[in-house]
């Protein structure tokens, strides 16, 4: 078992149990290292419009680095990494950079979850899918990934292919969206994080999926790894399915980040 870069508390508002216990069942199932990468408070948005049930406070961000120091102190040697995801608002990169600023963090995260504020992974705005062409949305989710590859903010780019969460997909072929996804994520250097939650969902399959994943191995993209556990039970889970994804793919490897820089771990 190599390592889980994606795992949340409940200062997200949507996840649940101790640190502790992400940390224990991490160490049981015998992985090398693990990464808290918790919900970047809502930057984008006014204070009273912010939604505390998606993403941490304001004022928990302080809260949250400090546990994880603690985490990382209490079972050292055993590598705790402090990530964080942040969300990629096309306009907003100075408020990011501002909040990203505050922290030493190993890695950052980023994420697509908002297109024009339309929560488009939120259950509650599954809707929002029927006011689109699938095709067209798709290719506009990825060029807000290809574009948030090319801000240089990001260390790894989150579920790339989230858009498919709900198992909606165009009846068109998206190879070619894919590809020009790929090569500008490989143009700007930044990894690609294959995240086991899409098992767990409607799409039913890893994120990104094995396309993705062979043409992100053709353009020389490096990877990582995670589960965005949760629940602690998640830690790690659907992580055999993912390295024969990555095997089959021709990877034999995958990144590890201290102080945002990059190291290695063999699959």
């Given at each position: 078992?190599?390592?889980?870069?994606?795992?949340?508390?409940?200062?997200?508002?949507?996840a649940?149990?101790?640190?502790?216990?992400?940390?224990?069942?991490?160490?049981?199932?015998?992985?090398k290292?693990?990464?808290?990468?918790?919900?970047?408070?809502?930057?984008?948005?006014?204070?009273?419009?912010?939604?505390?049930?998606?993403?941490?406070?304001?004022?928990?961000?302080?809260?949250?680095?400090?546990?994880?120091?603690?985490?990382?102190?209490?079972?050292?040697?055993?590598?705790?990494?402090?990530?964080?995801?942040?969300?990629?608002?096309?306009?907003?990169?100075?408020?990011?950079?501002?909040?990203?600023?505050?922290?030493?963090?190993?890695?950052?995260?980023?994420?697509?979850?908002?297109?024009?504020?339309?929560?488009?992974?939120?259950?509650?705005?599954?809707?929002?899918?029927?006011?689109?062409?699938?095709?067209?949305?798709?290719?506009?989710?990825?060029?807000?990934?290809?574009?948030?590859a090319?801000?240089?903010?990001?260390?790894?780019?989150?579920?790339?292919?989230?858009?498919?969460?709900?198992?909606?997909?165009?009846?068109?072929?998206?190879?070619?969206?894919?590809?020009?996804?790929?090569?500008?994520?490989?143009?700007?250097?930044?990894?690609?994080?294959?995240?086991?939650?899409?098992?767990?969902?409607?799409?039913?399959?890893?994120?990104?999926?094995?396309?993705?994943?062979?043409?992100?191995?053709?353009?020389?993209?490096?990877?990582?790894?995670?589960?965005?556990?949760?629940?602690?039970?998640?830690?790690?889970?659907?992580?055999?399915?993912?390295?024969?994804?990555?095997?089959?793919?021709?990877?034999?490897?995958?990144?590890?980040?201290?102080?945002?820089?990059?190291?290695?771990?063999?699959?």
């Amino acid at each position: 078992m190599p390592i889980d870069y994606h795992i949340h508390t409940k200062m997200c508002g949507h996840a649940s149990g101790e640190m502790d216990e992400f940390v224990v069942v991490g160490k049981q199932k015998g992985l090398k290292e693990i990464g808290f990468a918790d919900h970047i408070p809502m930057y984008f948005l006014p204070a009273e419009e912010r939604d505390n049930s998606i993403a941490m406070k304001e004022e928990e961000l302080d809260t949250y680095a400090g546990r994880v120091r603690e985490m990382q102190e209490k079972y050292y040697p055993f590598p705790i990494k402090f990530g964080i995801e942040a969300d990629f608002i096309p306009g907003k990169e100075k408020e990011l950079l501002a909040v990203l600023k505050r922290h030493d963090f190993d890695y950052v995260l980023g994420s697509i979850h908002f297109l024009d504020g339309w929560g488009f992974d939120n259950p509650r705005h599954r809707q929002g899918y029927d006011k689109w062409d699938i095709y067209e949305l798709y290719h506009y989710y990825f060029t807000t990934v290809q574009k948030a590859a090319a801000s240089g903010i990001f260390d790894s780019m989150a579920h790339p292919d989230l858009i498919k969460k709900f198992g909606i997909r165009p009846d068109r072929d998206v190879t070619g969206i894919y590809e020009d996804t790929v090569r500008e994520i490989a143009a700007s250097g930044v990894c690609v994080e294959i995240n086991t939650a899409g098992l767990r969902v409607p799409a039913g399959e890893i994120y990104p999926d094995t396309v993705f994943v062979k043409l992100c191995h053709k353009y020389k993209v490096p990877v990582t790894l995670g589960s965005d556990a949760h629940q602690p039970q998640y830690v790690g889970v659907g992580f055999k399915e993912a390295v024969a994804v990555l095997k089959s793919a021709g990877y034999t490897k995958v990144v590890t980040f201290t102080g945002r820089n990059k190291n290695y771990y063999y699959i």
